[in-house]
């Protein structure tokens, strides 16, 4: 099992910034595929990013390719996402996510970090 801190968030105006962390404990971070997730008040979760276990392939939802990045550092246990160009429909509470080398479904969470973006 890994154990997932995330921590980042806040209030940031429109067209703003802002770079999420998720600190990992645990022997098997490093060869766990990790992700982030998101759900904003009154929906379901829905998936933001997934990163291998190498770190060598993404993958994004439609809503966040090209404004967010998924990154990861295997040596520090850390996860990052790094979100531009924020809109308002990114509000939302984030998640950090780990799934195991031969697992199917992300088994471990965090316990969120709240993200909001003022029009």
């Known amino acids: 099992q890994v154990q997932l801190v995330e921590s980042g968030g806040g209030l940031v105006q429109a067209g703003g910034s802002l770079r999420l962390s998720c600190a990992a404990s645990?022997?098997?971070?490093?060869?766990?595929?990790m992700g982030w997730f998101r759900q904003a008040l009154g929906k379901e979760r829905e998936f933001v990013a997934t990163?291998?276990?190498?770190?060598?392939?993404?993958n994004y939802a439609d809503s966040v390719k090209g404004r967010f990045t998924i990154s990861r550092d295997n040596a520090k246990n850390m996860v990052y996402l790094q979100m531009n160009s924020l809109k308002p429909e990114d509000t939302a509470v984030y998640y950090c996510?780990?799934?195991?080398?031969?697992?199917?479904?992300?088994?471990?969470w965090g316990q969120g970090t709240q993200v909001t973006v003022s029009s």
């Open positions: 645990g022997r098997t971070f490093s060869s766990s595929g």
């Open positions: 990163i291998s276990y190498t770190g060598i392939n993404t």
């Open positions: 996510a780990a799934r195991s080398k031969y697992a199917s479904t992300f088994g471990s």
